[in-house]
Nanobody, 117 residues
């Protein structure tokens, strides 16, 4: 049974930092590209950042230079370090795992991030 469990969300002031974590189980972690998505109220879910097993990263323009995605293949963990957060970063953040072989994907349940101005 595949599980992606996010943690680390909460309320933070603008300009502050937050670190999200995602624990994966039930998958061969090293063959999955991991990603963070977010969905704000009334908006579509959007990609925030992704990281391949060897560590190649990709970021949305809106978070470049502020957010850092990383992974620990030994611990089946993926992280999102969020610095210099802005009110527009407020959203539910979802962990995503995508199989590089057939692009099948799994989602976590999401964690709320709220940035106050």
């Amino acid at each position: 049974q595949v599980q992606l469990v996010e943690s680390g969300g909460g309320l933070v002031q603008a300009g502050g930092s937050l670190r999200l974590s995602c624990a994966a189980s039930g998958i061969i972690f090293k063959i999955y590209t991991m990603a963070w998505y977010r969905q704000a109220p009334g908006k579509q879910r959007e990609l925030v950042a992704s990281i391949t097993s060897p560590g190649i990263t990709n970021y949305a323009d809106s978070v470049k230079g502020r957010f850092t995605i990383s992974r620990d293949n030994a611990k089946n963990m993926v992280y999102l370090q969020m610095n210099s957060v802005k009110p527009e970063d407020t959203a539910v953040y979802y962990c995503n795992a995508r199989d590089v072989r057939d692009f099948s994907a799994f989602w976590g349940q999401g964690t709320q991030v709220t940035v106050s101005s």
